[in-house]
């Protein structure tokens, strides 16, 4: 594998360095800052796609820097400085520490240990597929794969199943499906916010659409619409497994609450409860002044929300509790904190920034390739052929490559067509997020399932993911799309 990592680096590079050497008027309108730009953000791709991601977005950095786009100097800072990166950084030591501090065991737990799904095999289906779709839409997707999965064992061991009956296998690879269906609803976090930011940053270089009502998407409607929507699919995913697949549910019956509180927790202690009330505040200053910017005091949280969150890490650090702060940033900084998935966002949003640049011509040639296509051609048939391919390439490539790359495509079909691009942006980013589940390189949770040996083969999670994700593409063209356009 050491072998296979160091080929693929150097193929990498070969294409981010010797695609500068392309003679520039090949691709029309683009410059040669921009054959230099485009040879670094394919070989990223690649890098993207074949080792990982940490190295990969350091390498992308590094060789952005080494362009005559501008000095390492400015680069860096443009990376760095960048308030989404910013908050991003603080977002993931906030969500490092409700992990951190076990919080989210409580949350699972709660969730798990309703009194009505005792004797409800298909209730407690639903119950566990939605606590993975709140825990990955408010939380972090990979908290319900790690905590559910266990639990899953334990009582498949205890109600008597094998690991080669189908509801394990099903069980085990929906609550992976419904925690993506929980990535992209929060507007805040992590991959919706790095690409609702680079949508708002290419609105700059369409100064038609830019001068459109309703074009901007604001975090309210936005998790609305999206929430909404991922509800309908975990019904829709539940209902698939059970009149598509129909496993043997008998077994279930036998499940007890006292079976599923088979190791109690102890009270919460005095820092989870302090974190519990911050998840609360937190959820409320990044969702509601976005829906009511104009009332007194939420306007200047919505125009201050990284601020705000600096503010709330900080009040965490120096809160005291039973073993030292609530926040205990050297651990979480050591264990908790995904610099994988921060150091991809700070690269993905510097691509898609010098990318579009005038500097570049990329925006112009999007806008000489694609008019020609794009003319005569119906809204709602650009809308159903653009995101069946985009589910398509996001699960061969990583998902918030393929938004950052298709979403120059959206502005410049609406540009041309004169149609208001935020419901399209909106279902593109829910879309591809949430779809990436059929192979390893789609998302890393996509990964996580083909490295389940124990429950599931490579044959069981292609012929189990693809349907499941086929009916969830089918109800977002169907349902989605005239959902979002309403609501947008």
């Known amino acids: 594998m050491n072998k296979k990592k160091f080929i693929h680096l150097f193929i ?18 683009v410059t040669e800052i921009g054959m230099q730009v485009i040879g670094v953000f394919i070989g990223t791709i690649y890098l993207w796609t074949t080792i990982d991601p940490m190295t990969s977005s350091l390498i992308s950095i590094i060789m952005l820097a080494l362009t005559d786009y501008a000095d390492s100097a400015t680069l860096l800072t443009s990376v760095f400085g960048n308030s989404t990166v910013i908050q991003v950084f603080f977002l993931t030591i906030f969500t490092g520490a409700v992990t951190n501090r076990r919080l989210t065991v409580y949350i699972a737990r709660w969730i798990m240990t309703r009194k009505f799904v005792e004797g409800r095999p298909w209730v407690f289906t ?5 606590g993975s779709y709140l825990l990955g839409a408010f939380i972090n997707c990979f908290v319900p794969i790690f905590l559910f999965w266990p639990v899953l064992y334990d009582v498949y061991e205890q109600v008597g199943y094998k690991k080669t009956d189908a509801y394990p296998k099903l069980m085990t690879l929906c609550v992976v499906i419904a925690a993506l269906l929980g990535f992209p609803v929060a507007p805040y976090m992590q991959n919706g916010l790095a690409l609702l930011t680079n949508y ?7 100064p038609t659409l830019a001068s459109m009502a309703g074009v901007t998407i604001s975090n309210g409607s936005y998790f609305i619409g999206c929430f909404v929507l991922g509800i309908i699919l975990v019904v829709v995913t539940t209902l698939v497994m059970r009149f598509i697949f129909r496993p043997n549910v008998e077994p279930l019956k036998k499940i007890t609450i006292e079976m599923l509180e088979k190791n109690p927790l102890p009270p ?11 998840l609360i505040v937190f959820i409320f200053m990044m969702l509601v002044p976005s829906l009511l910017p104009n009332v007194p005091g939420l306007s200047f949280l919505n125009q201050n929300s990284v601020a705000m969150i ?3 890490v900080t009040l965490l650090c120096f809160i005291p509790a039973e073993d030292g702060p609530v926040l205990k940033i050297n651990e979480v900084m050591g264990k ?20 579009t640049n005038e500097a570049t011509g990329v925006t112009a040639f999007l ?41 120059p495509v959206i502005l410049t079909y609406c540009a041309t067509a004169l149609v208001n691009p935020a419901p399209l942006i909106t279902l593109l980013i829910y879309t591809v997020l949430s779809s990436a589940a059929c192979t390893p ?48």
């Open 12 to 29: 990498g590079l070969a294409i981010m360095i010797l695609f500068r050497f392309i003679p520039v008027g090949i691709l029309p309108n």
């Open 126 to 130: 639903f119950v566990m597929l939605l």
């Open 200 to 206: 708002r940053g290419l609105l700059e270089s369409y």
């Open 268 to 278: 919460m202690n005095f820092a989870q409860k302090v974190l519990g009330v911050s």
């Open 310 to 312: 600096v503010l709330l």
């Open 336 to 355: 908790e904190f995904a610099w994988p998935t921060y150091f991809l966002i700070a690269a993905a949003i510097i691509l898609g920034s010098v990318l």
């Open 367 to 407: 806008n000489a390739v694609l008019s020609p296509i794009f003319s005569g051609m119906s809204t709602m048939t650009f809308t159903v052929l653009f995101l069946v391919i985009c589910v398509l390439l996001t699960n061969i490539c990583n998902s918030l490559v393929i938004g950052m790359i298709m979403q």
């Open 441 to 488: 390189a789609a998302s890393p949770f996509a990964a996580m399932l083909f490295g389940n040996k124990e429950y599931l083969t490579s044959g069981d999670i292609y012929k189990y993911s693809v349907i499941f994700v086929a009916f969830n593409v089918a109800v977002i063209l169907i349902v989605g799309i005239p959902f979002i356009n309403i609501l947008l």
